[in-house]
């Protein structure tokens, strides 16, 4: 209901824009109906029906004889009277349920939609863990039901995999929630994003993130008309730029915060490399290093894992079955310290097992760039040609046991 009125909100906040396009006459009765459908109140319990007729009947007569002097007189007098009052009575006891009749709303929400001109109606859900995770199939069966059957309207939502929950099987044929791959489409942002996945696509992005975010901020006799002057203007040549889009690890809120950092430290001139990478030393141990101690085992086997991959096999990735469930691993990825950049990788020496590729972050081992012992790629695995360093993940692969991270082995020496 909290969703539904948040739309609607929005809805009246963009029509109370753009009067001068969108007939309030029309709109308004409309997103009122909309409002009370979304709002309707129902009591769920007993009802008692009273019905009560009292009725009253009354009647008297008198007879008086009057004789004197001078005139006889006789007067009679009869009267009577009847009242009736009837009482009805409806008595609902029960508890007070909010009732939405998705019919209703899908009416009102397309008659939106014929008065926005030609316009999408878009509903972008970022943030989709904070939602708990009990409650997130009951909420994407609210979506599913009210806004996914309208034509015009696009619904995106921002999740992270194991920290979602869209849907509970309430038989073989029926469920609560939504179907990933029926009743939507799930894309992996950080094929795209990520430096290592898709380096075109990835240099593309933030390149845009930051004309976006810089280019309106500047004095209007220096704004830049184009984003592709953007990047020799700033950065003191393109591997630079490249570096600091690696760094981020496809993270745009890291991106930004390096970004930052690496300004403060060029003052009036051009970013640098060097610039870079200090400033994504800096935010790894000021933010991130500090976020993983809090949690306790967290930054040992942070630490393990960077003795293991990076020290040892001179690597900067490993792998992990899919079907691994590991909270602190879970929370390492939350803490945007290993990142999930490939997923259902196999090999045909492991027949069968499909493994997820996470990637160290780029501040683990920053300070070890070139140096002998700076990480040669991603990891090893057999191809075509013989054993080597992937720098670019794909799915299968002769051999993959050598990128693959045995989690007991961190738990047996911490035993």
């Known amino acids: 209901v909290d969703v539904l009125s ?44 009273e019905h009560t007729t009292e ?29 009736q009052r009837r009482i009805a009575r409806r008595l609902v006891t029960g508890i007070e349920k909010h009732r939405i009749h998705f019919p209703s709303i899908q009416v009102y929400f397309n008659k939106i939609i014929e008065l926005l001109g030609g316009k999408e109606l878009w509903v972008i859900l970022d943030e989709w863990a904070e939602v708990p995770l009990e409650l997130q199939p009951f909420l994407g069966d609210l979506l599913r039901r009210s806004l996914f059957p309208l034509f015009g309207t696009t619904v995106k939502i921002g999740a992270i995999d194991h920290r979602s929950n869209f849907r509970v099987a309430k038989s073989s044929s029926e469920y609560i929630g939504i179907e990933v791959g029926a009743d939507v489409t799930s894309i992996n942002l950080d094929e795209y994003m990520v430096f290592d996945n898709n380096e075109e696509l990835a240099l593309e992005f933030f390149e845009n993130l930051l004309f976006k975010h810089v280019n309106p901020h500047l004095p209007p006799q220096i704004k830049f008309s184009q984003v592709k002057f953007l990047i020799p203007n700033t950065f003191t040549q393109v591997g630079a730029f490249s570096e600091f889009v690696r760094s981020t690890e496809g993270v745009p809120r890291d991106a930004i915060n390096i970004l930052v950092n690496a300004a403060l430290k060029a003052r009036k001139d051009k970013i640098s490399m060097i610039h870079i990478r200090d400033s994504a030393r800096i935010w790894y141990t000021r933010d991130k290093e500090k976020s993983v101690a809090s949690k306790e085992n967290a930054l040992p086997l942070l630490r393990w894992i960077i003795d293991e991959v990076i020290s040892h096999r001179i690597a900067r990735a490993f792998l992990i079955p899919t079907d691994t469930s590991n909270e602190l691993i879970d929370f390492l990825f939350d803490s945007r310290v290993l990142h999930l950049i490939k997923q259902s990788v196999a090999g045909q020496d492991k027949p069968g097992i499909r493994y997820n590729v996470f990637s160290i972050d780029y501040g683990c081992y920053v300070d070890l760039i070139n140096t002998k012992r700076a990480p040669q790629g991603l990891f090893q695995a057999e191809t075509e040609n013989g054993v080597e360093f992937i720098q670019v993940p794909v799915n299968d692969y002769r051999a993959i046991r050598r990128a693959i991270l045995d989690l007991d082995e961190f738990y047996e020496k911490s035993a």
């Open 55 to 83: 009725g009253n009947t009354e009647g008297k007569g008198s007879t008086s004889l009057d004789v004197n002097t001078e005139k006889i007189g006789v007067s009679t007098s009869i009267s009577s009277g009847e009242s």
């Open 6 to 49: 948040a739309i609607h909100d929005q809805v009246l906040d963009f029509v109370l824009l753009n009067d001068d396009t969108i007939d309030l006459s029309q709109a308004g009765p409309i997103l009122e109906n909309l409002a009370n459908a979304i709002t309707e109140v129902t009591v769920v319990g007993e009802i008692e029906h």
